[in-house]
């Protein structure tokens, strides 16, 4: 089952994509929860809610007049998986021996079609084609054998990421610990703060519409391809991820209660063909969009860019690499 | 006003916090909404609903019988402004030129009273006392000489940070940047992600309510004070931050947008007295709470420190520092 968010003058609706065909079973979810369509009060009441929408006709809406949201529209959190490509592994000069990951905000999320909008002193931005998860329901310490249960479905999600801020919000400095002899030491260590390089508004696609987990048997074996502006950039496959998605879950699982209708971005399926651009050759700044995620079985995720002529107001940025 | 957010046998409820009582004014929420008492809601209709709570009575509860909740239950985002006090700028070996921050997730707060539970394969774990913003109007784009305007109050963060944790989530590795010749070049960059540190389960204390921004005419200057099983690790003032808060929500608003009920903590006010101890003394795993903060202006949030006795479950990480 395909479940999209979308707009229309009428307000905020849930359909079902079947094919070209878009049907609107909002009336649906309003009659049995008795309250606004939201895509996450379906997953929490899936068990119920489902079976009913398998059998309802709804009305059907034509897809491309319509506005595409993110499915899940203002999930509790967004967890970004780094570095979990193994391309990327002979890059590593150090690195820890598990997952690692940051969160992005529900404000950064757009849908299929809707635009992406970088600033000329955001400095470089490129794509990170994603497979990402939706959590039906909440885990905490749970095993990598049993994660996959509390899965409500997969989609695609396009992790904008600006390189050029990555570049400027690092620190050096020396940070302070406890010794083993109680006295305070000073240990230099570098750190790096992914708030505006990762979180900025409109650095998180997601969509078209999510596909739920019966549909997709094995996750950690789906191709993956990235274009900007037609040509491709990325062609992969989520099977050559560091860790499978059942890992990533219990890992983050034994830190963080995942609630339903949190994201789990897996990482970024970037390799390159040899001889191909890869997707640091897609800055944005740069090269127009549209930039279009396909993923075996879920779909194809697609997005205009925008470059917004504005300059910053009180800060003065050094230009970024 | 002092807002707070907190749970009886009856559920939710809003309660005006005056001297040591608290008034219960969920019954008048429920009337003018139309539905469950909500701070981001009432946050959202503060116009309308403001002048009617301060002329009604609502019932008086006791609160010491009753669960503190965070103010803001479930903020869209949590934006923790990353090495603010000018303490550290001595230890600063290189640094950007303006604020950075991280994202903590909604599903990391509780209230105050509520316990912070620390596991020992976490690591070292501590307590950082800051100053929060609590998001009124939205806000993009705005110079930082009406940012003020745009805030609905102030309450106090408890950031707990995973130092352990932080220091085994860093990688050093040979990024790909596009050269000025158009051609790929490597550069060696330090990362480090900041998921599991600030945002593991309870690692965000928010309360005990918040205080309106009429209450709060300078928040630049706020005596802070945070004490550990009764003793002092911090005793700073928010005008020792290197930027002040109307700086802060500009930087951040070039960026994101900031939403009604986001929360930007605006750094740690660690700074300890000449041979007193600091926020690094107190290791969470060999020093017992309760930990508490006081803000001049604001009260004080306190919480109790629970050890859970339990082991990781898939993954085997390195003892931490």
Redesign the interface.
Known sequence: MKLATFRTAEGTRIGLADGEELRDVSAILVDVLGGLPDMERLIRHADTLLPVLRQESGEIVDASKVEWLPPVP?P??I?GI??NNSA?NE????????P?????????MVGHGQAIRVRP??G?VHPEPELAVVIGTAM??V??VSALEHVFGYTIFNDVTG?GM?????????????GSDGE?E???????????YK???TFGALGPWLVTRDEVPDPDNLAVECTVAGEVIARDSTRYYNYKVC?LL???S????L?PG?IVSCGTAFKPEPGRK?I??A?FQEVPGPVSISIEQLGTLSNPVVIEQ?Q???????SS?
């Open positions: 203002r509790g959190k967890c780094a570095m990327s890059r590593k000069i150090s690195a820890p021996d598990h690692a990951f940051f969160l992005k905000p529900a404000s950064c002193y955001y470089s905490r310490d095993d990598a390189n990555r570049a400027e919000d690092l620190f050096r400095y020396r940070a302070v610990y406890r305070l000073y240990r230099e260590q570098h750190l790096s703060y992914a708030g505006r979180g900025s508004d890992e219990s890992f983050i034994q830190f963080h209660t609630e949190d890869s640091h050759h800055n504005r910053i107001g009180n800060w003065r940025l050094a690499a």
